[in-house]
Each structure stands twice: as C-alpha cells, then as structure tokens.
C-alpha cells in the first residue's frame, strides 16, 4: 500500500523532467509570483510543456493559482509544500522499513 | 625609475625649449657687450614700459599665488605653501617696487633708485628662498583643521615683510647702504645680493629639471624654462649701469617671459 | 517625514533621507551598484528601523540575490523567515496587473505590513508594455504605491557606461518620480570608479555634489566628493586647475 501511495504521490510530484524543474526553481526561489509563461521562460521552456505539469502541481496544492484580470499567477504554497515533502519523506522511511 | 624611459617620454620640443632658453640669453648678452648696442632709453618711455611689465608680473603672481593655496586648502601639501607663499611675497613687493621707482609719484614714499632697488632685492631674495624651499624640502602634508590657521600665517608673514620693505624705503633709505650710484653704477653688495639669487634660483631650477626629468610634466617645464628666464634677468640687474639702459631694459624683458612661462604653466595644468 | 536609507552619507546628501511615501529612481548602467544599493535599504529598513520590505524582481532570480546578499553579511532567508523581508520574483505584467484596484503584490504588502519597496527594475517593463501604454501604466503603479504610503525605490538602467549623453530614462519616468540617484562609471586616471549624485528630490533641498562610491564588504559606502575635478558625469573627467597644478609640484610623483 505504501510502495502504491510512494509511488503515485512521486509520479504526481516529480515524474517528469519538468515538474522537478519547476519543484526545483520554486524552492530554491520561493517568491516566485509568475505567469505561466515566465515561469516557462525561467526554466528554458516553452509555455506548452509546462502548462500540463503547472496544472498536476496546481492539484497537488504545492502550487497556489490566482486569477488576476486576464492572468493566472502562479506561487509557491509554502505549507502545502512543506506537508507534501513530509508526506513524501514519510513514505519513504516506511517504505525503506518496509 | 630608469632615467632612459623617462627621456624618451619627454617631448623633443621640451629639450630645444630649454636649450633655446639658455643660449638665447646668452647670444643677447654676448652681443650686448658690442658697445654700439648700448642704449639708454627715455625715462618716461622707461617708465610705461616697467609699469606694464610689474602690473602684468604682479597679477600673475597673485594668480599663482592663489591657485596655490588653494589647492593647498584641499590638499595640505607643504610644497604648495611654500610655492604660494613665495608668488604672493613677489607680488606684494614688486607692487612696492614699482611704486618706488624713479619716476613714479609720491605716493606713499618718496621714489628713487636705492628705494626701488631695496624692494626688488626684498621681493628677489624672499622669492628665491621660499621658491628653494619648496623645491627641495621632503614633502609633508598639513592636517585639514589647521591649514586655514596656516595659510593666513603665510599671508601675514608676507603682509609683515611687505611693511618692513616699506617702512626701510620710507624712513631709513639714507642709513642703508646703498645698492646704486648715480654716475658709477651699482654697488658691490647689490651684485653680490644678485649673485646669491641667481645661484639660490639656479639649484630650485635644477630641482624642476629633474622633477621633469621624473614626471614629464608640462607645468614643471614652463616653470623650469621660467625659473632659467628669471636667472638671466637677475644678470641683467648685475650690469646695468643706468636704471633706463639696455641691460635693465633686457633685465625687465627676461622677468616678463619668465612670468609668460608660469602664466603658461599655471593655464596649461590638467 | 524622513525615511533613512541606512547609508549615513547618502542620508546626508538627501539633508535626512528619503521623504516617506516618495518613489526614488535610481538610475545607472549595468555594474555600478544599483541592486546592492536597493537591497541595502531594505535591509537596513528591516535590520535597524523596524520597517519591513519587499523587494520585486524581474530578472533575477532570489537565490541569485540570497547569494549576492550573503557576500554583504545580509541574511536574507533569515529576515525572510522573521518576516521581515520578502523577495518576490516575478514578471512586468503582473506587476501593473490591477483589477478593481488590487493588484497581485497586495496581499504580500498587508501581509507582512510593509512600509518600504524595491522593484528592480524599472526598465523591464519596456519589454512587456507598448511604449504607448507605458507611462500610463507607470503613473499607476507609481500611484498604488504612495497610496499603500511605501517609500520605494525603482532601479533603472542607463544604456550609456561613458559618455557626455546622460539620459535618465527614454520614458519620462524622471518626471514621475519624486527623486532620483544617478549612478555612474567614471575613469579617473586610468582606473574606474564611481560616482553617486542626487539629481532630485521634490520638496526639499539636496547634496549637489558628486560623490565617489565604492561597494565595500559591508555594502555600499560613500566617499569624498570629485572637488578637484570636472565633467565628471561625462564619464572621463579633467582634473581641475588648482588640482592638477598642485600635482605638477608634489614630490614623490614618478612616471
């Protein structure tokens, strides 16, 4: 069950290529407040590729999204992201006693 | 520091201005001591001639004198006091010389040819020493509370010498000795008083040449070809036997292209 | 009311600091400390005077900055976590983003009550706005931000490192700002160094001088002025008269 859990809450989080660019880019810059497409510019990406992977950490709630006007701004949501990386780290030591 | 790669910075044009410097004097002179070249000009030709060259060497001390402290103001160097100090004494006592020569009105002492010798060796002689001084003491930098203090201790200094070469021409001209003679020409204290200025001013112009010499800096070499102007003016108050002939004539001449080379030498700081 | 920036001499030549509420432009070509001086203040804003900040990036990054600050001995991270300091990245805009009023950065500001502001800077906004637009917008943001009773200061990049053309920004944003801080490279003798002035401030009088600056290890530290010299804001100035005539006579000076 925990294996299952460890690995769809990785697969949601840093599956793909992307999505630990832009886990990486926001912890290490946690003010980001940004566009889709900025953010996209930040990692060298085009807006495309990211849009789907912004949308799972959006669900995830790592991710916070605001509608302001015609944009949608993008942040860090600090505790949510703090509760995932326990989850996460919690999963794993379960899974290593496992 | 190499001598070689300063030589080859100073300008060739700087080497044929001081070479120029020195053997024109001497070329004047030399011929000079053909009789047919002695004249002895009228005196009130001699007179505007003198005014206008005092005014116009009085002004330019004054003026060095001031960017002088100046820039001792902002900057404390003991050098620049000293230079200031000694343009300010020039200036203050060829005024007096001026007004004190045959000639000129009585204004606040009565003219003649000892009075106005008597300023001239008071501005030569403090001019030479302060000028020495500055040339060859080590550098030293004034503390910036106290260099206000000093400069108006400069200025005083200079004020109280001014009173002193006044108060002599004045009221004691006829206990001094006398510098000249009407009909026989200078007297030996006044050559020998000439002589120590000219040497005195010889040493600070060696001190400028080798600072050039180091530098190859164009103000130092105006001064350095002004300080050798001045040398072969003080030759010239050596051997004038009138006080309007051709010597004192040159003498004057030589003290205003000296003034010409600081006045230049002052404008074309940068 | 005055806003000290921290620098004591940069408070002297703005006869006690910025006037609270103001927004100061401080304007320079790449390299000559307008980053450090900006978060200078807000660090000093933070650490001394019990104001808190937030600094609005566009280009870089906040580990950038968090790096660049450490060198300095300034913890952001740490002032971060205190709330007393925010580094928020983020692009043009959203930044003029304003709906009914509100605008993104809102919320950080009551957040942690922020009394002063940096957006550095300025100048990337022109990517983003057509030119048209942009003193418009500009006059906006400048507005939202008095209103919210910030102290701020907007950096602004000068094209020109040498020169004599001195232009402050090509948007009329001088005009808009109530004081400005010209920041520039000048080559004295062979060796850069650079030089701060006080272009403006409305409402009071100010240091006319232009000053020699460095970026010490402890951030940013203002010097003497440039008395001795002229055209010092061409970028390649000449030694006054009475400086360079002093020089020609002091001794101990070799080729």
Not at chain 1, 60 to 75: A, M, Q, T
Not at chain 2, 124 to 141: D, F, K, M, V
Not at chain 2, 178 to 207: H, Y
């Amino acid at each position: 069950m925990n294996e299952t859990g460890l690995r769809e809450l990785s697969q949601k989080l840093i599956g793909t290529e992307i999505k630990a660019e832009l886990l990486r880019l926001f912890h290490m810059n946690p003010g980001i407040l940004d566009t889709v497409e900025s953010i996209a510019r930040r990692i060298g990406r085009m807006p495309k590729d990211v849009e789907t992977e912004i949308s799972t950490l959006v669900e995830l709630g790592v991710l916070r999204k605001e509608r302001f006007g015609k944009l949608d701004v993008l942040s860090l949501n600090t505790s949510k992201d703090k509760e995932v990386q326990k989850k996460l780290a919690a999963l794993i030591e379960e899974s290593a006693k496992g | 520091m190499a001598f070689y790669p300063a030589a080859r910075r100073i300008d060739r044009r700087a080497i044929a201005y001081l070479v120029c410097t020195v053997l024109v004097p001497i070329i004047v002179y030399f011929a000079y001591a053909q009789a047919a070249f002695y004249i002895v000009s009228d005196p009130n030709v001699f007179l505007v001639f003198h005014a206008f060259v005092e005014i116009f060497t009085v002004v330019v001390a004054a003026a060095i004198a001031y960017v002088s402290f100046m820039g001792y103001r902002g900057d404390g160097s003991r050098t620049i006091l000293l230079l200031g100090t000694a343009f300010l004494a020039q200036a203050a006592l060829d005024t007096i010389h001026s007004l004190a020569y045959p000639g000129m009105p009585n204004l606040f002492f009565q003219p003649g040819s000892n009075q106005a010798i008597y300023a001239w060796l008071f501005a030569r002689i403090s001019g030479a020493i302060l000028l020495l001084l500055s040339a060859t003491l080590p550098e030293r930098e004034t503390p910036p509370k106290i260099r206000t203090k000093i400069l108006l201790l400069a200025v005083a200094a200079v004020a109280f010498l001014s009173i002193t070469c006044a108060y002599a021409i004045k009221e004691l001209i006829d206990v001094l000795p006398p510098m000249f003679i009407q009909g026989k020409g200078l007297t030996m204290l006044k050559i020998g008083l000439e002589d120590l200025v000219a040497l005195t001013l010889a040493i600070t112009g060696l001190s400028y040449l080798r600072n050039y010499m180091h530098t190859a800096n164009k103000t130092i070499l105006t001064f350095t070809i002004g300080v050798t102007l001045f040398i072969f003016s003080e030759i010239g108050f050596m051997l004038y036997k009138n006080v309007y002939d051709i010597y004192n004539i040159t003498g004057h001449i030589f003290k205003l292209a000296a003034f010409i080379a600081f006045l230049i030498g002052l404008i074309r700081a940068r | 009311m005055r806003v000290s920036t921290g620098i004591s001499a940069l408070d002297a030549m703005l006869h006690g600091g910025l006037m609270r509420g103001d927004v100061t432009l401080v304007v320079g070509s790449a390299g000559t400390g307008k980053t450090t001086l900006a978060l200078q203040y807000l660090v000093n804003g933070a650490t001394k005077f019990n104001e808190n900040g937030l600094y609005i990036t566009f280009e870089q990054m906040p580990a950038q900055i968090y790096r660049d600050a450490a060198s300095f001995g300034w913890d952001i991270r740490k002032l971060e976590a205190e709330g007393k300091l925010r580094v928020v990245c983020t692009s043009p805009p959203v930044l003029v983003q304003f709906v009914e009023e509100r605008n993104p950065i809102d919320a950080i500001i009551s957040e942690m009550s922020a009394k002063r502001i940096v957006i550095d800077s300025i100048s990337n906004l022109e990517s983003f706005i057509p030119a048209s637009e942009l003193r418009g917008e500009l006059y906006r943001l400048v507005n939202h931000l008095k209103m919210k009773e910030l102290t701020s200061i907007f950096t602004a990049e000068s094209q020109e490192v040498f020169g004599d053309h001195l232009v402050v920004t090509g948007v009329g944003l001088s005009f808009l700002v109530d004081c400005i801080i010209l920041l520039r490279i000048v080559e004295i003798q062979s060796s850069l160094k650079k030089a701060l002035t006080v272009l403006k401030i409305r409402g009071s009088d100010h240091d006319k001088q232009l000053r020699e600056f460095e970026i010490t290890p402890q951030g940013i530290k203002i010097a003497a002025a440039f008395a001795q010299y002229e055209g010092v804001l061409t970028g390649a100035p000449r030694r006054s008269t009475t400086e360079a005539f002093t020089e020609a006579f002091k001794k101990g000076k070799k080729i």
